[in-house]
Structures are given as C-alpha cells and as structure tokens.
C-alpha cells in the first residue's frame, strides 16, 4: 500500500477543540517513530484520543524523527534547562488549526523540528484558556510546545477588579497583574499546565520595552519596573501551582537598546530569547539587513547572562535583496560562531499583517532556491556535530 503525498496530513478535529498538533499513526504497521513513541509515552492511539487529533506521516518523516531519537533528543527538563546542542523549531502560521504548512516545512528543510510554537491570547473566552490539546498532541508527536502568551488584557469581557482608574484594561495593566487582579486567570493556567506534566517553554510579554507595538509595552505601562513585578507576580504564581514544568522564556526586542531595564533577573528566568526578523525595503522604516547586522551585537550582550539563548522568530522577508543568500549566511557554521545559542526557531508566516496593512509573507517551504539553502546548511551544521562528537 503506497499514499499520495498529499494525503499524508490528514487532520481530523472538530473546529472547536483549538488543537494544534497530533499524533504519529501510521497505516503502515508499527514504524521506528511510533515504537519510539509508544516506549516512552503509551501508546499512540492513546495520545490520539486525548489529543482528539490524529495525522499521518509520511515515512520520510517517521526516518527523520527515528533518527532524532537515536540522537536521545533532549526533552528533559534538565536537558531543556541547558541543552548540549541546537535545537530547530517553527512557528508555522497554520498552527494551531492546520499542521500542512508546518510538514511542509519539516519537509522542504530536511528536519523534524523539535520546538513547536504557537501563540496564546489571554481573556476569558474558551479560546483563550491553556491550550491543553495542542500541548499535548505536539508533545506526542515527539517535539516540545513553546508556547508565547500575550496578555492582550482588553480581551477579557468580564470587568476585572483594577487597582487604579484606567482609560483602558491595558492602560497600567502590567500594575494590575502585579497586583493580583488576573490572579484567577493565571492560576487557571498554571493549574493546567502543571497537569501537562512535560515541560513547556512559556514566552510571556515578548517585546515588552517595544514602544509601539504591543499594549503591554512602554505606551500603556512607561516604567520597566512594572514589568518586572507583573513577571515575577505570574511566575511566583504558576511556581505556588506546582508548574515546575514550565520554563520561563524572556523575550525583549533588541531594537531597543533599554531591554536591560526590563531583566527581571537571572532567578525568574530560564531562557532568554529574541526575534531576528529582516523586514528588507518592503516597509518604510526598514532597509535590507543582513543576519549579523541584525543579531551579532546582542549576541555578545546576551550571552554572558549564561542562559542558553533563543531565536524565537527567525525569518526574512523577500523585497530588497536575496533570501537564500541571507539564509545561508546566517545558518553556515551558526552553533560554532553563536554557542550560547540553543534554540533557533523559523517564522513560518505566509501572511502576516501585523506590522502593515498589506500581508507579508516569511514563509519559504514553497521556494526551492530558498528552501535548499535552508537544508544544506542546516545539513552540514549536523554533520559538522556528528564530527565534533567523534
């Protein structure tokens, strides 16, 4: 029995669950990937059915994931805390309702990406509780979730108690949480996050010292320090809950020198993480960019904080120059010249809209020139690893 390549994601989940990932079944017996899965999880159809999700990959997948587990991927917590080695990931922008793009992208790159990233909102509507399901299915499927929640107070319908007049929710919000008013909402998160029971790195408030991007930034909350007490206030909380799970990613922009005035210090924090987003000529404020340009001046700032480092968002946009020439200079020879780098995560975004009005488009599974640049270098990165460790 053969299948199409097109059938080899086949998602069955009900709109409604808000589940992400899934779980490796596959038609074909019993494959490397799913005895590895089943050794160390239970069974697959066990995940399958707490997960609500099911797909199907493909056996170029099921060899690339056997691999990965001949290599013990690092998935415990003490492993995750320091990794000996660099770990791929993705944001695809599918997630978490359409897992296509982001095999598509496993595939175009020669991967299987170990970190999954989706994005969270807070609120109080049910879309916005722990995502439960998606943690799960993508930690069945053998990768770890890594989750960036934003609190986007001005979702929450319900009125809050706020220590203080406000315009808006958002308007001194960070006070508000520091204080104790969203402790029910937090607690909610901690509870089912220490029920997931398998670590989970959270990227809470990235971009905080952004002064125009997010409401949780400097225009609505102008003092660093309020940062660092709504930080402290909600790891404390998930801490008091049990979560010993969970490992905390702080995010600044870097394109704010003042990001130090917001490090709420090395006790509350256990990766420290950035974006390097090259926006080229296709907005106003921005001209091409290369990858050292963007990245190489924190890196030496970064580092001695002696946290292992995260590029939560890594991508190029195409208008301005060529993408597989900046790919292919950022990622040859990355581990060797950015050790303390122990995570680097695509932005797989087809459309993002964010920043213009226009959609923009990261993503590249689609460009084979692109696309190939990507999977050599991250190719011979591995073979160079395997050499090191001979």
């Known amino acids: 029995m053969t299948m199409k390549r097109s059938h080899r994601a086949a998602l069955a989940a009900a709109a409604t669950t808000g589940a992400a990932l899934a779980v490796l079944s596959s038609t074909y017996g019993r494959t490397p990937?799913?005895?590895?899965?089943?050794?160390?999880?239970g069974t697959a159809?066990?995940?399958?059915?707490?997960?609500?999700?099911?797909?199907?990959?493909?056996?170029?997948?099921d060899a690339r994931l056997a691999r990965v587990s001949a290599e013990r991927a690092p998935r415990e917590l003490s492993e995750l805390r320091a990794p000996a080695r660099l770990l791929y990931g993705a944001h695809d922008g599918g997630l978490p309702g359409d897992v296509g793009g982001y095999l598509a992208l496993e595939e175009a790159v020669g991967q299987t990406l170990l970190l999954t990233q989706i994005y969270a909102a807070w609120g109080d509507g049910a879309e916005q509780r722990f995502p439960s399901r998606a943690a799960r299915a993508i930690w069945a499927v053998g990768s770890v979730?890594?989750?960036t929640w934003e609190p986007w107070l001005s979702a929450f319908k319900r009125p809050r108690l706020s220590l203080r007049p406000a315009a808006t929710p958002d308007h001194g919000g960070l006070t508000d949480i520091a204080g104790g008013a969203y402790?029910?909402?937090?607690?909610?998160?901690?509870?089912?996050?220490?029920?997931?029971?398998?670590?989970?790195?959270?990227?809470?408030?990235?971009?905080?010292?952004?002064?125009y991007r997010y409401?949780?930034?400097p225009v609505n909350n102008p003092d660093p320090r309020e940062f660092i007490?709504?930080?402290r206030h909600v790891v404390g909380r998930f801490r008091a809950a049990g979560a010993g799970n969970v490992l905390w990613v702080w995010a600044p922009s870097v394109s704010y020198e003042n990001y130090w005035e917001y490090y709420?210090?090395?006790?509350?924090?256990?990766?420290v993480a950035t974006g390097v987003l090259n926006y080229g000529t296709a907005v106003r404020w921005s001209r091409w960019y290369s990858f050292q340009e963007l990245f190489a001046r924190h890196y030496e700032r970064l580092a001695p904080l002696g946290k292992p480092l995260m590029i939560a968002e890594l991508g190029t946009l195409a208008a301005g120059g060529d993408r597989a020439r900046w790919y292919e200079e950022a990622l040859t020879g990355f581990a060797e010249?950015?050790?303390a780098v122990k995570a680097l995560l695509f932005f797989h975004v087809a459309s993002d809209a964010t920043v213009t009005h226009e959609p923009l488009s990261w993503a590249f599974a689609d460009d084979p020139a692109v696309a190939g640049a990507v999977r050599r270098a991250l190719a011979a990165q591995a073979n160079h690893a395997q050499e090191v460790q001979r």
Do not use: Q, T
């Open 145 to 147: 979730p890594v989750i």
């Open 337 to 339: 010249r950015h050790p």
């Open 33 to 41: 990937a799913e005895l590895w899965l089943s050794s160390l999880f």
């Open 183 to 211: 402790d029910a909402y937090i607690d909610g998160w901690a509870k089912a996050a220490a029920e997931h029971g398998h670590p989970i790195l959270l990227r809470f408030a990235h971009e905080m010292n952004d002064g």
């Open 229 to 231: 007490r709504a930080w």
């Open 215 to 217: 409401p949780w930034g």
């Open 264 to 271: 709420p210090g090395s006790e509350w924090v256990d990766w």
């Open 45 to 61: 159809s066990a995940a399958v059915a707490s997960a609500e999700l099911s797909w199907i990959a493909d056996p170029e997948r």
